[in-house]
């Protein structure tokens, strides 16, 4: 079973540069979680004839976040955004909006395993997001997850928008403190991590120089002075079954590269 994470930063315009199709076509990945789509499902132009898709779009702002899972198998069950539940807790509302409304996750069951695709909010550069995301949303999001794996165990990917250690991003000093790299945004992944949820690239490589993100500026990305902000983690039952996790930063199209996850489904 091989699955693939991209934060696209719009289908359409990553589609029209010729880089999506090909890419999927040479992977054949059974599952594609793509990130900040842009669009909605009408709007796409994609065609790939061999997988199902399942959109959550944003309601309010168009052309704005979104997510997507395109897949091969037929999902027993499909979750749009929080369950209702969880939004009574927490209440996600700021100044910019309801991020539930923003199409930011969109969870897919299968047979053995729930595969959650999450887009999580920027914290912006002067942090004005930043208590939304560390009181409300990071709790909200692993409350769905805990919530979830009471029936099966969990696979979730997608921009996480954070570098989790200073090993994640090229120049950790210089952006300490910075919006991607502030104590309550690598916290959420710590408390990620302590309720047994596992970075499946980090099973298999160490140490710096692997990002999924890079600056339009500055020539970034062709110096590889990037940040790893996409992930996946599963459920600490799954990790037997993990056979690869992979970067691709020569695939062009978005300012993020996919990753991929490989398991012995």
Known sequence: MKLISWNVNGIRSVHKKGALVPFLEKMKPDIVCF???????HQSEVDLPDYEEYWNSSKGRKGYAGTAIFSKPKPLSLIFGFPEEILEKYKLNDGYGDPNEEGRVISAEFEDFWVVNVYTP????????????????DPAFLAFLKHLEKGKPVIFCGDLNVAHTPDDLANPNANEGEHGFTKEEREGIDTLIAAGFVDAFRLFTK???HYTWWTHFANARARNVGWRIDYFFV???LVPRVRSVKIYPDVMGSDHCPVSLELDF
Not at 35 to 41: C, D, F, L
Not at 122 to 134: F, G, I, T, V, W
């Open 122 to 137: 920027n914290a912006k550069p002067d942090l004005s997001r930043l208590p939304l995301r560390h009181k409300l949303w």
């Open 207 to 209: 140490g710096g120089g």
């Open 35 to 41: 990130q900040e789509t842009k669009a909605e499902e």
């Open 235 to 237: 459920s600490k039952s």
